[in-house]
Every structure is written in structure tokens, then in C-alpha cells.
């Protein structure tokens, strides 16, 4: 149930009350946390999704069997751990990154999870490599976390490759409150929430950041 405050976005969400959580529901193991801290030991912005959130992406591609996973932005890769757990045995993830530094500290966090022989880290311009793993498809599971302005280019290319039944997942849709806004990020943005919902059924859940789940049609 909810009441008229919660309905209006008022959250009964404390820190202790989501530590709490976190500890009973997130516990981390070692390969899980040395993604999560590793921002803070490497100059990188600590904007990976956060502990609850990606429990929520491994139970995710648990309930659908994911076997072939795809996910835009893998930064220190504790995301793509999480998505990489809840595949089925057998399953594969293709995980694109810009950037060579995280992309080369993801591979060492997947490493120690143990999981580089089920994940592949494409490393440059997912606009540019996309295009080389749709091969591969058609894919149970496309999550995107990565720059804004191209959420809109993002959804269509996981919208023709995904699986009728597979999931579309993005992060951030919320466009930290300035989804509402003008603007060429705010327009790609919701570009990217009308396609999915024409395409999908869908949902905005209410993360902190808000995080958009599509069930394509």
C-alpha cells in the first residue's frame, strides 16, 4: 500500500534504514566490493548504480534465464558482476566502455570475481561497437548506464535486438530531476522513455535515480 504522502514522492527511506537493508539484502563479498569502492582509489566518479540497485539487475536476469546480456557504460564493472551472476549457466555479457582506464580496471574487478570467461569488456564508442556484438543476438537483457545524450540511439538499437520477453533496462531516467527541462539531453531522454513504453511494457521504477524496465512486446 501507499499513502497520499508517498504517492508524491515523499520517501520513508533513511540511511540507516537502507544500511540496514543493504546488509541484510547486499551482503558483499569480496568481488563485489572492491568494484564498489574502487571509484574512490582511482580518480573515477563514484556514479556506479548503487548496492540495491544492482542486486535488482542480477534478480532481474535471473528471473528471465538471461543467457545473452548486453549493457551500455560498465565503468569498475560492479554492475556487470551483478548482471553477470544472474545469468543462467552457459550465459554471456558483453559490457561496453569508453573509456580504456575503466574499461582495463573492469577486467581486473571481473577477474577477481571470477567471471572473464562470461564476460567480454568492448572497449570504445558503444555507438561504434554495438554494431559488432549484434551477432550474437537477438539478447534476453540490454541495460544501459552511459552518457545521456544517447540514451535515445541506446533504446532503439536494444529495442531491434532484443528477444520478444527480454528486458530493456536504463538507469539515470530520472536525468537528475531535469528530465522536464529543454535541452538536447532532456529531449533524448525522453525520447528514450516513449519508445521503450510504445515497444515495451513498461515501468519507471522509483529509484533514487529512476530506473526504466521494459518488457518488449
Given amino acids: 500500500m501507499a499513502d497520499?504522502?508517498?504517492?508524491?514522492?515523499?520517501t520513508y527511506a533513511t540511511p540507516e534504514i537502507l544500511g540496514y537493508l543493504q546488509r541484510v539484502h547486499v551482503p558483499h563479498d569480496g568481488g563485489l566490493e572492491?568494484?564498489?569502492t574502487a571509484p574512490g582509489h582511482h580518480g573515477v566518479p563514484a556514479i556506479q548504480v548503487g548496492p540495491s540497485e544492482g542486486k535488482l539487475l542480477e534478480l532481474l536476469a535471473?528471473?528471465?534465464?538471461?543467457?545473452r546480456v548486453v549493457e551500455v557504460g560498465?565503468?569498475?564493472?560492479?554492475?556487470?558482476?551483478h548482471l553477470a551472476r544472474g545469468m543462467a549457466p552457459g550465459g554471456r555479457l558483453w559490457t561496453c566502455?569508453?573509456?580504456p582506464k575503466h574499461a582495463r580496471?573492469?577486467?581486473h574487478h571481473l577477474a577477481a570475481a571470477g567471471l572473464s570467461d562470461r564476460v567480454e569488456v568492448v572497449e570504445g564508442a558503444a555507438l561504434d561497437t554495438l554494431p559488432g556484438i549484434e551477432g550474437h543476438g537477438p539478447f534476453d537483457v540490454v541495460f544501459i548506464d552511459a552518457d545521456k545524450q544517447n540514451y535515445d540511439h541506446y533504446g532503439r538499437w536494444a529495442l531491434r535486438h532484443l528477444r520478444p520477453g527480454g528486458l530493456l533496462i536504463g538507469d539515470n531516467v530520472y536525468l537528475f530531476g531535469r528530465l522536464l527541462e529543454d535541452g538536447p539531453e532532456a529531449a533524448a531522454m525522453?525520447?528514450?522513455?516513449?519508445?521503450a513504453a510504445a515497444a515495451c511494457h513498461s515501468v519507471c521504477v522509483p529509484t533514487p535515480d529512476g530506473l526504466l524496465l521494459g518488457v518488449r512486446r
Fill in 34 to 36: 572492491q568494484a564498489f
Fill in 105 to 107: 580496471l573492469a577486467r
Fill in 190 to 195: 525522453r525520447r528514450f522513455h516513449e519508445e
Fill in 4 to 10: 497520499t504522502t508517498s504517492r508524491t514522492g515523499v
Fill in 74 to 81: 560498465t565503468l569498475m564493472g560492479y554492475s556487470t558482476i
Fill in 62 to 67: 535471473r528471473l528471465v534465464a538471461a543467457r
Fill in 97 to 99: 566502455e569508453y573509456d
